[in-house]
């Protein structure tokens, strides 16, 4: 599902009318893995309108975050007697995500499926890790030095000092909207008149690749995650 489509099925839903026009707003919070980030809060609002009183549509706008620590680079000195190094970065990655899905009441569990758009914010370095590697077990890999050249190999003394030992040298986050599907499961549990609790549990593969520094690290995400939202009934 491209953007535009997304967005058009989205205002579609805030403007339909039912019947049975009963809606409930929450507040949502969570917890997020991937395979390889992290365990990172997420937190945000929700909404809800029943078509039907079995079947129900929801959105919200939630702020979620990841910290990858995947990103390495290689330096090598000018004297391949020297020893070399490899970096590892860590760098937290900020979304805002809006999911659109459709959800199915049954007496046991809510089951839900739709999609989901996120939007990349920004990224902040978090920390990163050298490790020095001697002459025979140094791993002779190319580095990028360039975000806009090929990846190149890094061979001046100066330059590796400045790389190794400052923050991140460079860091293009590709693609700024990515589009993922999602699946939850969740229970309802009242807890006082209108007031109720919704524990859930999701899987949400992001289909549109991580990619940095134009597709030199290139990566798919599946978040796995578990929350509650509680919610109020108008």
């Known amino acids: 599902m491209k953007p535009k489509s997304f967005l058009s099925c989205l205002c579609f839903f805030l403007t339909i009318k039912s019947t049975f026009s009963q809606t409930h707003w929450g507040l949502s919070a969570s917890l997020n893995k991937t395979a390889q980030t992290f365990l990172s809060p997420a937190f945000g609002i929700s909404f809800e309108k029943y078509i039907s009183k079995k079947n129900s549509l ?18 090598f000195p000018t004297n391949w007697m020297n020893d070399r190094y490899t970096v590892t970065y860590s760098v937290k990655q900020s979304f805002l995500s809006i999911p659109l899905f459709y959800k199915r009441h049954t007496k046991i569990l809510d089951i839900s499926a739709g999609t ?10 978090k920390e990163k890790e050298i490790v020095t590697h001697s002459i025979t077990s140094a791993p002779v890999i190319p580095v990028q030095v360039n975000p806009n050249s090929p990846p190149t190999f890094i ?21 700024s909207v990515l589009l993922g599907l999602l699946f939850r499961v969740s229970k309802k549990f009242d807890i006082y008149k209108d007031i109720y609790i919704e524990p859930f549990f999701s899987y949400n593969p992001v289909v549109t690749d991580y990619s940095i520094n134009r597709k030199y690290i290139s ?9 509650v939202i509680a919610k109020y009934s108008l």
């Open 155 to 175: 061979y001046d003394s100066p330059q590796l000092e400045i790389m190794a030992n400052g923050p991140l040298p460079f860091y293009k986050f590709d693609n």
């Open 116 to 125: 989901t758009v996120d939007f990349f914010l920004n990224w902040k370095e």
């Open 219 to 227: 990566v798919s995400r599946k978040y796995l995650s578990a929350g």
């Open 58 to 75: 929801e959105t919200g706008i939630l702020y979620r975050s990841c910290v990858d620590t995947g990103l390495k680079y290689y330096f």
